[in-house]
Nanobody, 124 residues
């Protein structure tokens, strides 16, 4: 059973960058598409970005396109979300999740294994 762990969150100022990482200390992720999702206070959880198991496909929400980059290093068993030009509206708890669907959609309902989440706060 997957046990995803997120790291790299914190408090940054608008315009700064932050890198989130997702791994499973005891299970290989190379067979699983991985997604990043977020939930801001008082709002529903939303999709941010997803990547296929091989890394040859990456999807992004319009709100983060051209600012965020998802990547994976299967040798290191890690999926990374590089977040640049951060805005206050990016403030949320960020979750990584895995799906067993090969033909997945980057939507919450397709992802069944979730990490605990990590806080990202963008504020001056």
């Amino acid at each position: 059973q997957l046990q995803l762990v997120e790291s790299g969150g914190g408090l940054v100022q608008p315009g700064d960058s932050l890198t989130l990482s997702c791994t499973d200390p005891g299970f290989p992720l190379n067979a699983y598409p991985i997604g990043w999702f977020r939930q801001a206070p008082g709002k529903e959880r939303e999709e941010v970005s997803c990547i296929s198991s091989s890394g040859d496909r990456a999807d992004y929400a319009d709100s983060v396109k051209d600012r965020f980059t998802i990547s994976r290093d299967n040798a290191k068993n890690t999926v990374t979300l590089q977040m640049n030009s951060l805005k206050p509206e990016d403030t949320a708890v960020y979750y990584c999740a895995a799906t067993s669907y090969v033909q997945f959609m980057c939507v919450i309902r397709d992802f069944g294994s979730w990490g605990q989440g990590i806080q990202v706060t963008v504020s001056s």
